[in-house]
């Protein structure tokens, strides 16, 4: 490009971001904390493939766009390998975090498959439906004891955490009592402020904590994961703590924040609220529309090229690392138009908020039956439902992996 | 239309089976995308298209047969 063409683009679309690399993670503007950041926003629209720089200098691309998220996060030649050289990381815990001990999501096929297929079955739509029952019960009882005598309380702290908590904790075989324990655990894990040693202590107790569990299913078995994890005989201990840790702290961390999220959405979004007040039918696309909309894993999935590959007319060459931002591409108006307002009457199928490729989310049936579950009770049971604080004061997780409230003071 | 499936490549997340559930299902030992109907009625292409598109793995494809088109 010449000098007068970038001067005449420039004028047309603002500076050329193609100069100067984003840096990530980047914050959100003020009073929109439901969109992506500003500066990856406009990378979105004007070079969708761009150079981002980390925490610690190195760079790396971002891939914004739907199309180009679903190449990469397809294709084979992408690796999830988090040892390799040039492995994009958000910060030095998150380094830590994803090479001590990596579980399946950080390896490759064939392993990677092996692994993750020794569970896929304990996650079939047709089960997770099963459970309905179940986790209606679990919501109700929830919701019983937070509006038993009172008129306020924090939505998270008594009904979007602990639902998918209980849940996962029946499923592994897990014993809810040691809740706060592993909560904490899960929080110092995914939270961007915490320090390599933070990370290396929390992972460790963790595992342990785990391992310990997995031995005593050995000597007394029940129905849980754990238990059918130790029973197929392939994996030692610290192999199943492993995939127990990740099934554990992914359990927590996404329905809860989905959860309250959403509720937030939809009080700020009176008209969606309403609609879906009057047609509870729609709670099963409402759902996708929300998790489209809010995309909580909201700072991007990394990949590391195995060779050179052309993506969206860009050739990234291997050994480099791309972040694939998922939250942009959940927003891309060539799949979504409109896609920057909450429409719970919208085909959001195609949205990529569980990722994309092999490593799409294995617990997405569960969560779906949990969310809908969990945002159709929480609506037809408190036809008052507000917020109890002015929502400039919300705590935001702009600090966090997975991005949702820390707290969620309501009155009904 | 005729589908078909790639078991070697289904992660098994399942999204297809919301989809279109009267085509595909998940084999009870594994989770892995099961087959129900080769050449689904003309009534079940779009949900059928839905489940090739959102599909993570590239595990189905869909191929337009004459008789579809003529439907
Ligand atoms: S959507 Fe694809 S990967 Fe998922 S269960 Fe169906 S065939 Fe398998």
Redesign the pocket.
Known sequence: MTTTERIAREQDTGPDTGRSPVAVPAARAAGCPFDPAPEIARAHREEPITRATLWDGSSCWLVTRHQDVREVLGDPRFSADATRPGFPFLTAGGRQFATGNPSFIRQDDPEHARLRRMLTADFMVKKMAAMRPEVQRIADGLLDRMTEGRQAADLVAEFALPLPSLVICLLLGVPYDDHEFFQKCSSVLLSLRSSVEQVRVAQEELQDFLSRLAESKRRAPDDGIVSRLVARGELDNAAIASMGRLLLVAGHETTANMTALSTLTLLRNPDQLARLRAEPSLITGAVEELLRYLTIVHNGLPRIADEDVTIGGRTIRAGEGVLCVLNTANRDEEIFPGGAALDVGRDARRHVAFGFGVHQCLGQPLARVELQIALETLLRRLPGLRLDIPFEDIPFRHDMGIYGVHALPVAW | MRVT?DQDK????????LSAPEV?D?REEDG??LLLDAEPPAALHDAVHE?AA????A??TVEQTEQAERV
């Open positions: 499936i289904c992660c098994g997340a399942g999204s297809c089976v595909f998940q892995i995308v489940a959102i599909c993570p793995a595990a189905i």
